[in-house]
């Protein structure tokens, strides 16, 4: 079992919904991430929150909002995606000493936006 | 050039073999390198974690930096087939919370009984 729990595990959106995926880490970690992986692409980082603030954002559209309530729980909002954002996301943990470097990941969220 | 390259595979071999897989990089501003094993519609887990150049070993894993050639090697002893995976490097250039991975593509590694 994980240290790093994703709900839901799967989902189905049209693009014209909105919906949000959920990430809980157990780990007394004080950084969180989102990666998107899609088919035949590297592991993409989308953003990077540490000690609750974002440090960074990688050029992600807008329609992909999240949002870090406290070091334990990231959130993705989803709105108006596009089919080419049917990926794999996954969210991650990192403590910033020891092997910091380490970032350990959840099971990810598979998303099917039809 | 994507800054770290890693063939795709997949890598077919027979169960008790020697499985070999490395990576390439570009940005010797790399100093931190990771392994990551991925099976099918699952999260990655670490494998291993280095930092000098040389070999780390942990069980039948051995992981190999050469910094002067920038290039990583991941080696697995005595296969088996739960060893079928999607395996990932990763490296990074600054040892902080927050730090960003660069991954490479994964090689899909098959072990056949």
């Known amino acids: 079992e994980t240290g790093v729990t994703q709900t839901p595990r799967h989902l189905v959106m049209g693009m014209t919904n909105k919906k949000s995926l959920k990430c809980e880490q157990h780990?007394?970690?004080?950084?969180m991430y989102w990666y998107k992986q899609s088919a035949k692409k590297p592991l993409e980082l989308m953003f990077v929150?540490?000690?609750?603030?974002?440090?960074e954002n990688n050029s992600v559209p807008s329609r992909f909002s999240p949002e870090c309530p406290n070091s334990s729980h990231l959130f993705l909002h989803l709105h108006t995606l596009q089919p080419e954002d049917s990926a794999l996301y996954l969210c991650?943990?990192?403590?910033?000493?020891?092997?910091?470097?380490?970032?350990?990941f959840g099971e990810g969220s598979w998303l099917t936006v039809v | 050039q994507k800054e770290v390259e890693q063939d795709p595979g997949p890598l077919s071999v027979p169960e008790g073999a020697i499985v070999s897989l490395n990576c390439t990089y570009s940005?010797?501003?790399?100093?931190?390198f990771m392994w990551y094993r991925q099976y099918s519609r699952k999260g990655p887990e670490l494998l291993m974690y280095?930092?000098?150049?040389g070999n780390k070993e942990d069980g039948r894993f051995t992981a190999q930096v050469d910094k002067s050639s920038k290039y990583i090697s991941l080696f697995i002893r005595d296969s088996q087939p739960s060893d079928s995976a999607t395996y990932l490097c990763?490296?990074?250039?600054?040892?902080?919370?927050?730090?960003?991975?660069?991954f490479g593509g994964g090689t899909r590694v098959l072990v056949k009984p």
């Open positions: 991650a943990s990192s403590q910033g000493t020891g092997d910091g470097n380490t970032i350990y």
């Open positions: 780990l007394g970690h004080n950084a």
């Open positions: 929150y540490s000690l609750e603030e974002r440090v």
């Open positions: 940005n010797s501003a790399f100093q931190y």
């Open positions: 280095t930092y000098s150049s």
């Open positions: 990763a490296m990074s250039m600054i040892k902080a919370a927050g730090n960003k991975l660069t």
